[in-house]
């Protein structure tokens, strides 16, 4: 079973700057298998889950929400089954609680491509 851990929120003014990381563990199979992807999403109060960032780790190809687009990057080390997203210009707007995912597929900004969940980790970005 798959278990991804993230680490990296807190409280940041506008503007600032977060790192997030999520380790995952407990892979039976390579990373770089048949399209197997990364993401982050997003979720903040009475707002409905939204895709933030996907990394496919065979290839390295990103995939962004046009809302974090120019600010965050996302990124991956295969050999210590880690992936960041580093959050730059951070606004008001990117309060939530941020969750790491991974699973295969052809849709990396679908929610349902992702199997396997991490608990999340809150980012307040305050004015």
């Known amino acids: 079973q798959v278990q991804l851990v993230e680490s990296g929120g807190g409280l940041v003014q506008a503007g600032g700057s977060l790192r997030l990381s999520c380790a995952a563990s407990g892979r039976t199979f390579s990373s770089t298998f048949n399209r197997y992807a990364m993401g982050w999403f997003r979720q903040a109060p009475g707002k409905e889950r939204e895709f933030v960032a996907a990394i496919r780790w065979s290839t390295g190809d990103t995939y962004y929400a046009n809302s974090v687009k120019g600010r965050f990057t996302i990124s991956g080390d295969n050999a210590k089954n880690t992936a960041y997203l580093q959050m730059n210009s951070l606004k008001p707007d990117d309060t939530a609680v941020y969750y790491c995912?991974?699973?295969?597929?052809?849709?990396?900004?679908?929610?349902?491509?992702?199997?396997?969940w991490g608990q999340g980790t809150q980012v307040t970005v305050s004015t």
């Open positions: 995912a991974e699973g295969w597929g052809n849709q990396p900004a679908s929610a349902a491509q992702y199997p396997y």
